[in-house]
């Protein structure tokens, strides 16, 4: 569930999304298992599993300068 939920994450949907498209499921499905009320079988683990790694989440591009996202430094 962590796989899926991280995958979810990189394409900026919801984990029920990628349940819907993977293995053809309503949106419920994925409540329920985070309820703890169901689990996916092994088949539909092994469907959603196969479709994250046919589709790939989208890698970000690495910034440019290579020091983007750190400390500001003070011009002197």
Not at 28 to 51: C, Q, V
Request: hydrophobic residues 40%; glycine residues 12%.
């Amino acid at each position: 569930m962590e796989k899926v939920r991280a995958y979810a994450d990189a394409l900026g949907v919801q984990p029920s999304t990628v349940v819907q498209r993977a293995a053809k499921l309503g949106g419920a499905a994925w409540a329920k298992w985070e309820a703890g009320d169901g689990s996916p079988t092994l088949r539909t683990a092994d469907k959603i599993l196969k479709y994250m790694q046919e589709n790939p989440a989208p890698v970000p591009p690495a910034t440019a300068g290579g020091d983007a996202g750190g400390p500001m430094k003070r011009a002197s």
